[in-house]
Nanobody
Framework: QVQLVESGGGLVQAGDSLRLSCAASGRTASIYAMGWFRQAPGLEREFVAA??????YYADSVKGRFTISRDNANNAVYLQMNSLKPEDTAIYYC???????????WGQGTQVTVSS
């Protein structure tokens, strides 16, 4: 089993930056891909970014503004979010799995609120 704990969320203004962190523990050797998803009130959870080995993937809505990175030595993944917009407001979830798009472990989420 893998446990994921997110941190770094908060309340910011439009144009500001935030860096989310996700710490993994447990059977971390089973993790190949890690990703970030988000869910805004009344909407379905959506993909934000993923990293598998050295490859990164982004939703069109965050390309050029968000950067995902991974620290394998510390079993952590990060999401640097720049030029935040009010529409980025959501609960952000960290996910991990043995393959890209096969996320079987999820964190509890961290709230990001962007005011206009």
């Amino acid at each position: 089993q893998v446990q994921l704990v997110e941190s770094g969320g908060g309340l910011v203004q439009a144009g500001d930056s935030l860096r989310l962190s996700c710490a993994a523990s447990g059977r971390t050797a089973s993790i190949y891909a890690m990703g970030w998803f988000r869910q805004a009130p009344g909407l379905e959870r959506e993909f934000v970014a993923a990293i598998a080995w050295i490859n990164t993937y982004y939703a069109d809505s965050v390309k050029g503004r968000f950067t995902i990175s991974r620290d394998n030595a510390n079993n952590a993944v990060y999401l640097q979010m720049n030029s935040l917009k009010p529409e980025d407001t959501a609960i952000y979830y960290c996910a991990a799995g043995p393959r890209l798009n096969d996320y079987i472990n999820w964190g509890q989420g961290t709230q990001v609120t962007v005011s206009s």
